[in-house]
């Protein structure tokens, strides 16, 4: 924390005015910088705005708000700016999208509000750390204790779909799918809110505590709608924008595949899968489960990295893909060796070998590997068929499969 650094831009250019931000001479100083800021609010255009950074963005994208409102959620973003890592500004002119973010997902993001939290939760809790808290304006001070607290009574409040109808902060005529949290709130686009996608595991793998358990559960096991062989759809295949299938080199009329526009509108990106592991994994070992309970959290979690195991084998790279198109097909403009693809699934099997009771057996890497061997198999943890499972029977938990003999040249 101490480690000596310095910004590349100045902050006079965006920083809110009656809000001073600390001066910055180590790692500290950043971290308080970017956190004052949001708190503060940011209102500033990108340096060198235009087609120079940006050559199919569209004026007003380039204005970039963000801040801090009164639940404690993080927020920014507009219409015109792809505001987090679902990125993509259409280009095709032929099928008017250039310019459009296909998923602009302005408002409070769920995962940005997870991560906010699982930050302040850190710097709360951190002796070392310089700040006590942010300051909002020239009156008004928020430590970082409060605003975790505050994160944690408003997240549901605002972010939870309940299937009986029955909320406070939810539009139920645009609700598609309940039993779910919100993707956002605040999109200007109402319905947006609403949709079904794969970020609300990011939340809570990383802030577990916002949620309340009985309905991560439930929105655990809707999650199995987005579930592919490698990765998670992100969007639900019944919303009426899906389009599973990305081919960036589209250069037809349908806006919403044209370019690959819908590179997050359905297509199967393997990185989310890790978070989603982790958060299972997190809420069915809750603070009363059996040994049994944690058997089994185990084997589930197995069973579903059985198809990465026999990817990573048969793969040329030894890897896996950022993305496939749906229900696990190879997209050639996905790139073939991704690395936050393996690296949240190495944290999801980290997660599942320490998670567990220390002096449980179950905690062992003989007992993990023993359940991936069962999920291989296509066993659940009582040694039963699973529906659907199956695979080939490896020799080893992580052993490459048996390959069927190469063909005998025809003479």
Same mark, same amino acid.
């Given at each position: 924390?101490?480690?000596?650094?310095?910004?590349?831009?100045?902050?006079?250019?965006?920083?809110?005015?009656?809000?001073?931000?600390?001066?910055?001479?180590?790692?500290?100083?950043?971290?308080?910088?970017?956190?004052?800021?949001?708190?503060?609010?940011?209102?500033?255009?990108?340096?060198?705005?235009?087609?120079?950074?940006?050559?199919?963005?569209?004026?007003?994208?380039?204005?970039?708000?963000? %801040?801090?409102?009164?639940? %404690?959620?993080?927020?920014? $973003?507009?219409?015109?700016?792809?505001?987090?890592?679902?990125?993509?500004?259409?280009?095709?002119?032929?099928?008017?999208?250039?310019?459009?973010?296909?998923?602009?997902?302005? %408002?409070?993001?769920?995962?940005?509000?997870?991560?906010?939290?699982?930050?302040?939760? &850190?710097?709360?809790?951190?002796?070392?750390?310089?700040?006590?808290?942010?300051?909002?304006?020239?009156?008004?001070?928020?430590?970082?204790?409060?605003?975790?607290?505050?994160?944690?009574?408003?997240?549901?409040? &605002?972010?939870?779909?309940?299937?009986? $109808?029955?909320?406070?902060?939810?539009?139920?005529?645009?609700?598609?799918?309940?039993?779910?949290?919100?993707?956002?709130?605040?999109?200007?686009?109402?319905?947006?809110?609403?949709?079904?996608?794969?970020?609300?595991?990011?939340?809570?793998?990383?802030?577990?505590?916002?949620?309340?358990?009985?309905?991560?559960?439930?929105?655990?096991?809707?999650?199995?709608?987005?579930?592919?062989?490698?990765?998670?759809?992100?969007?639900?295949?019944?919303?009426?924008?899906?389009?599973?299938?990305?081919?960036?080199?589209?250069?037809?009329?349908?806006?919403?595949?044209?370019?690959?526009?819908?590179?997050?509108?359905?297509?199967?990106?393997?990185?989310?899968?890790?978070?989603?592991?982790?958060?299972?994994?997190?809420?069915?070992?809750?603070?009363?489960?059996?040994?049994?309970?944690?058997?089994?959290?185990?084997?589930?979690?197995?069973?579903?990295?059985?198809?990465?195991?026999?990817?990573?084998?048969?793969?040329? &790279?030894?890897?896996?893909?950022?993305?496939?198109?749906?229900?696990?097909?190879?997209?050639?403009?996905?790139?073939?060796?991704?690395? &936050?693809?393996?690296?949240?699934?190495?944290?999801?099997?980290?997660?599942?070998?320490?998670?567990?009771?220390?002096?449980?057996?179950?905690?062992?890497?003989?007992?993990?590997?023993?359940?991936?061997?069962?999920?291989?198999?296509?066993?659940?943890?009582?040694?039963?068929?699973?529906?659907?499972?199956?695979?080939?029977?490896?020799?080893?938990?992580?052993?490459?499969?048996?390959?069927?003999?190469?063909?005998?040249?025809?003479?």
């Amino acid at each position: 924390l101490s480690a000596p650094l310095r910004l590349r831009f100045p902050v006079s250019g965006w920083q809110e005015k009656g809000v001073d931000l600390p001066k910055v001479g180590c790692l500290a100083d950043v971290m308080q910088v970017i956190l004052q800021a949001h708190a503060a609010g940011i209102s500033f255009r990108e340096w060198n705005a235009g087609k120079q950074i940006d050559e199919h963005m569209r004026d007003p994208g380039f204005n970039v708000i963000a %801040g801090v409102n009164g639940e %404690g959620f993080v927020y920014g $973003g507009n219409t015109l700016n792809c505001g987090t890592w679902m990125d993509k500004m259409g280009s095709s002119d032929k099928a008017a999208n250039r310019g459009l973010p296909a998923t602009p997902r302005d %408002g409070a993001d769920v995962e940005i509000v997870g991560l906010a939290k699982s930050t302040v939760r &850190w710097l709360a809790s951190l002796k070392e750390y310089p700040y006590d808290g942010v300051q909002l304006r020239a009156d008004r001070s928020m430590s970082f204790g409060s605003w975790s607290r505050l994160l944690e009574v408003s997240f549901e409040r &605002w972010f939870w779909i309940p299937e009986d $109808g029955k909320a406070e902060h939810c539009e139920m005529k645009m609700v598609n799918k309940a039993g779910i949290y919100k993707d956002v709130v605040g999109c200007a686009q109402p319905w947006c809110d609403y949709q079904h996608r794969p970020n609300c595991f990011i939340a809570m793998a990383v802030a577990p505590e916002m949620f309340t358990a009985s309905r991560a559960l439930v929105a655990l096991e809707n999650g199995e709608d987005l579930l592919g062989p490698l990765g998670m759809s992100t969007l639900d295949p019944s919303d009426l924008a899906y389009r599973g299938d990305y081919h960036n080199d589209d250069d037809g009329v349908d806006k919403h595949t044209a370019q690959g526009w819908n590179y997050h509108q359905g297509p199967e990106w393997v990185w989310p899968l890790g978070y989603y592991l982790r958060a299972r994994f997190h809420f069915m070992c809750g603070k009363d489960a059996s040994p049994e309970d944690q058997h089994h959290a185990v084997a589930t979690v197995m069973r579903v990295l059985r198809h990465h195991r026999h990817h990573l084998w048969g793969n040329p &790279w030894r890897s896996l893909p950022e993305l496939t198109n749906s229900h696990g097909a190879y997209c050639g403009h996905s790139c073939p060796a991704q690395a &936050w693809s393996v690296g949240t699934l190495l944290d999801a099997l980290h997660t599942v070998q320490t998670g567990v009771d220390p002096k449980s057996p179950l905690a062992s890497p003989v007992h993990v590997r023993s359940n991936a061997l069962r999920a291989a198999n296509g066993g659940d943890h009582h040694g039963a068929a699973v529906p659907n499972g199956g695979g080939v029977a490896p020799t080893a938990a992580f052993a490459p499969p048996k390959r069927a003999p190469a063909p005998t040249p025809a003479p």
